[in-house]
């Protein structure tokens, strides 16, 4: 295994933008330009810039793709229509967590699944035992294209200003529409990069929990595209945003990050992710299991909870605690810019994932009260 | 280029102390606040609390880390500022000057012998 760290096409870039780079999941990426709160309000009020080129893109089609999709994942394929996308999960058969990803219905043969970049290596490992044990494989044609393609998420209130200048034009395949932002929550198209013409897929979806976009396309084509939307977006307000302030930003909207809420001993129920799982759909692996987890109660409860006592803020790790027994531990954890107070997400025993409920963190070797909240745990005014 | 003042002396660890008669106050360099960035979070000494040089005796935390601030000398700390408790963020914004930490009775004045002159923490620092 190669000590190396991988870098993105973006890497020149990052250093120019003065990124402090930071090793995740084998890369070398910026945590933050110029910090992490101030990065984190841009998102939020205006609109942040982040290199996702670290994730992978697997692309599987054929007549035989749907089929083997709606076994290898927990959601129902069958709901997808060309040009749709859902966020669904890879499970074992004991109803672990093999990844949490992002599927496409790019045409009607042809999907797109977008993975964490610490699990590449594990889920196209996974995916290709499955696929070799699969009937209809010779029906299904599997390509691991992540070190051929990159993406770029644009994220905020802001983006829908001036993303239709950088593409312009109507769409071709995908989702029909004439102009980008015509593209609804979850739905996907490919539109020309103005100028060079460059042709991207470009999805109304994101990381943040603020209206945004995820732009894939070939890694020769992301430099350019990375300096029209932030050419385009300077003027409104777009600042590059780094790994830090993705962090803060889904942990304020409970997103769960593999490694923390979710993990090969962690199942989808247990996250609270059931409404991402189909039963009705037929077999897929894990079904029984995470059915008994569903009928008689998980074993563990993903909680969203907010510090009530002033304190440090609460990190991945620290324990959870109801008087003298511990009854958890926190698996994401911060201070909330947005909220000014430490929150976060644990796993405690179920009778203890009830709102408002009170459990102490200890942080540090002193034990902190919190309070369990209902997710998410930030939510925009209306 | 961090600001570096000439009437401190230094640790090594980031710490700065400003000496007036037997009384040191003592906070964190403008390189050391501008690692961490956001400061969100800092935990002082209790007044009264003797210390030895070079224990750690304070935190503060960024969004991404905790770190231990290290008392530069020793002695028993009489005034804590209470300022950055309520808004650490003054630590980034003046961390010469309102960002100090604590202040205390110097228990030996030798300790100030072993600290880094200004031209010492720049060189350390790549100044």
């Known amino acids: ?84 996308g859902q966020y669904t999960q890879m499970c074992q058969e004991d109803g672990g967590t093999v990844d949490d990803l992002y599927l496409y219905r790019l045409t009607d043969k042809e999907y797109l699944l977008i993975i964490n970049a610490s699990r590449i290596e594990a889920d196209v490992a996974w995916m290709e035992t499955q696929l070799a044990a699969f009937p209809q494989r010779h029906l299904i044609t599997f390509e691991n294209r992540s070190d051929k393609y990159g993406a770029i998420a644009l994220q905020g209130p802001k983006a829908v200003e001036f993303i239709n200048e950088v593409f312009p034009g109507g769409s071709h395949a995908g989702t029909h529409v004439h102009r980008l932002t015509d593209l609804h929550k979850n739905q996907i198209a490919t539109f020309n990069l103005k100028g060079t013409g460059s042709l991207c897929w470009v999805a109304r979806t994101g990381y943040t929990g603020e209206d945004g976009f995820e732009i894939v396309t070939t890694a020769s084509n992301i430099l350019e595209v990375w300096d029209a939307l932030m050419e385009a977006g300077k003027a409104h307000g777009l600042k590059p945003a780094g790994l830090g302030a993705r962090d803060t930003l889904r942990t304020e909207v409970c997103y769960p990050l593999y490694g923390h809420e979710l993990d090969e001993k962690t199942s989808p129920i247990e996250a609270g992710l059931g409404f991402f799982v189909s039963f009705e759909k037929g077999p897929f692996i894990g079904h029984d299991s995470l059915l008994a987890q569903k009928t008689n109660g998980p074993q563990k409860r993903c909680v969203a909870f907010k510090m009530t006592d002033k304190c440090a803020p609460p990190r991945p790790g620290y324990t959870v605690w109801n008087g003298e027994t511990q009854v958890g531990q926190v698996v994401s954890g911060t201070l909330s810019p947005s909220l000014s107070a430490g929150i976060g997400l644990a796993y405690v025993k179920p009778e203890l994932a009830k709102k408002d409920t009170v459990i102490h963190i200890d942080i540090r070797g002193k034990k902190y009260a919190a309070q369990v909240v209902a997710k998410p745990i930030y939510r925009k005014a209306v | 280029m961090s600001n570096v003042p000439a009437d401190l002396k230094y ?59 290290y008392s530069p000398v020793s002695g028993e700390i009489t005034e804590v500022n209470q300022a950055i408790v309520d808004n650490p963020a003054l630590v980034n914004q003046s961390s010469f000057e309102e960002g100090w930490f604590f202040k205390l009775k110097l228990a030996n004045p030798g300790d100030l012998e072993k600290l880094l002159t200004p031209d010492a923490y720049k060189a350390q620092i790549g100044g």
């Not at chain 1, 083997?68 to 927990?74: A, D, M, P």
């Not at chain 2, 000496?19 to 969100?40: P, W, Y």
Request: proline letters at 2%; one cysteine or more; a negative charge.
């Open chain 1, 1 to 84: 295994m190669s000590a190396e760290l991988k870098r993105t096409p973006l890497f020149a870039t990052h250093q120019s933008l003065n990124g402090r780079l930071i090793e995740f999941g084998g890369w070398e990426m910026p945590v933050q330009y110029t910090s992490i709160m101030g990065e984190h309000q841009t998102v939020r009020s205006a609109a942040g810039l982040f290199d996702i080129c670290h994730m992978g893109e697997v692309f599987i089609s054929g007549a035989g793709a749907r089929d083997f999709l709606n076994w290898l994942l927990t959601n129902d394929v069958n709901k997808l229509v060309v040009g749709q």
């Open chain 2, 11 to 69: 640790a090594s660890s980031h710490e700065w102390v400003r000496v007036s008669g037997d009384t040191a106050t003592v906070g964190i360099t403008d390189h050391a606040q501008a690692e961490l960035t956001d400061i969100v979070f800092v935990e002082l000494p209790a007044v009264g609390r003797k210390l030895a040089a070079s224990e750690a005796c304070a935190v503060v935390e960024s969004v991404k880390t905790a770190s231990d601030i």
